[in-house]
């Protein structure tokens, strides 16, 4: 703990920083997948949430200190906005394909934490950098729209899946700003890490059990359960690490790099073609996060 409140806004602190965001973009590319897999997405984040409170609580109710009092309403607002959030990514992937939806959502998100970054810590990007997030949007709406053109599923919900993936990634921005500057108010980190995975895990279950939609217990369910949880602990809080060691708008283009590892994912492990377009496509990403990095 003293060591991490030591290197903020240091060179070692950077480049930790951007250790974590990259690590986030990898694991978010795992959690992305496996929450429009075999479940429908309200069930997946049911059954991941589940496994969520029981990891967090013990540690946030024992372990990490508890928030100040005057902290709460910090965690209220935290709890509302990723219930929104999750709301939206849910109704986004049920009802368009995961190689459109998911560029939109990943490529809206920046642009406006960045934006968000400069009016509420003061952050600016210099005109190479902002060429930088033009080339990363531009990598990602049209990895989308390759997509969009090749895609034979969904097809008849498209339009309202991508007004929805819009919508997300404006959450994904007001989300990463405000946990940003609530991971920044609290003394020790990992109190807001803890706090955060076991209060935002809530929600879902309790969806699950109005709607009254649970699957049968069995093995896969524990293992989707297990591993999205730990995959959760590491994405999510790798980049809220990251935003208080170093730059917002930073942390969240270099997430960003998601994309490219969700196909990368695919073409190693899936064996989905690529084919040049998208290699084109997800250069044009990778190259774009690279500008943000050295421009800085």
Known sequence: MTWLTAIEGTQTGHHLAMVLALSAALLHAFFGALQKGRYDPWTSRAIIDCSLLVLSAPIALFVVPWPPLDL????????????????????????????????????????????????????????????????????????????????????????????????????????????????RAVENPFTFLAWFFFLTAFDFPVIAAVRRRWPRPDAAMVRLGLFGALIAFGSFGCVMMATRLDSVGEAAILRETSTVFAALIGWLWLKEPVGPRRIMLMSLIALGAVVVEIGG
């Open 72 to 183: 709460w309403w910090v965690f209220a607002g935290m709890v509302v906005i990723h219930f929104i959030y999750k709301v939206l990514m849910a109704m986004t992937y049920q009802r368009g394909a995961y190689t459109v939806v998911y560029p939109v959502v990943r490529g809206t998100g920046p642009l406006f934490t960045v934006l968000g970054a400069g009016l509420i810590f003061g952050e600016h990007f210099t005109g190479v950098q902002w060429a930088g997030v033009g080339l990363l949007m531009a990598g990602l709406f049209g990895l989308s729209a390759y997509n969009m053109a090749k895609v034979t599923v969904a097809r008849e919900t498209l339009v309202p899946a991508l007004g929805l993936a819009v919508a997300a990634g404006l959450s994904v921005a007001v989300y990463t700003t405000w946990d940003a500057w609530g991971i």
